[in-house]
T-cell receptor, first 117, second 111 residues
């Protein structure tokens, strides 16, 4: 149980284009999902908290107009990197927190490696 | 003081030894604590969580929590080369229960 998928696993795009990443909880419902970014040899950085049916909460320094988050259902959240630039190249990882859990555990998707040329 | 602190390592242990990974946290109100393992180029994988003082064992892994001293540790018995990874300590923070991660400790288990 507690499987989270991400799609695509890897994407290469040209500078200026937009990229959408999907995060799905496959066998549980998740009211809350999280989006992280990880640069090589660095720690996980939380970008935003996504809540089903409401606006995402962004961490300080993360541009909400650049990183659009939609959490339209209890099993799906999407992150769209708009007008991507080479500095946005990174490993993007989502996690999902099962609805109703008391322990706050999060289960991670396998990540999406974004390369912007 | 950082909210969650870990020694970055690397921590090198021989195969079969006990690896001891430590984590300290700043918020005395924290109630639950998580250990994740992250292999290079992969996403984190939940190993175990603990919320009561004392020890919690799961196979070769033991989590130890001391709320008075604000530290949580992870012991890995009979370490295997496949245990070589970065181990992340995480503590919930804030109203949305977001997890704050330490920078991780890199463990190297040599054959």
């Amino acid at each position: 149980g507690a499987v989270v998928s991400q799609h695509p696993s890897r994407v290469i795009c040209k500078s200026g284009t937009s990229v959408k990443i999907e995060c799905r909880s496959l066998d549980f419902q998740a009211t809350t999902m999280f989006w992280y970014r990880q640069f090589p040899k660095q720690s996980l950085m939380l970008m935003a908290t996504s809540n089903e049916g409401s606006k995402a909460t962004y961490e300080q320094g993360v541009e909400k107009d650049k990183f659009l988050i939609n959490h339209a259902s209890l099993t799906l959240s999407t992150l769209t990197v708009t007008s991507a630039h080479p500095e946005d190249s990174s490993f993007y990882i989502c996690s999902a927190r099962p609805s109703g859990t008391r322990n706050n555990e999060q289960f991670f998707g396998p990540g999406t490696r974004l390369t912007v040329l | 003081q950082k909210e969650v602190e870990q020694n970055s390592g690397p921590l090198s242990v021989p195969e079969g030894a006990i690896a001891s990974l430590n984590c300290t946290y700043s918020d005395r109100g924290s109630q639950s604590f998580f250990w994740y393992r992250q292999y290079s180029g992969k996403s984190p994988e939940l190993i175990m969580f603990i919320y009561s003082n004392g020890d919690k064992e799961d196979g070769r892994f033991t989590a130890q929590l001391n709320k008075a001293s604000q530290y949580v540790s992870l012991l890995i018995r009979d370490s295997q080369p496949s245990d070589s990874a970065t181990y992340l300590c995480a503590v919930p923070l804030g109203g949305f229960q977001k997890l704050v991660f330490g920078t991780g400790t890199r463990l190297l288990v040599s054959p």
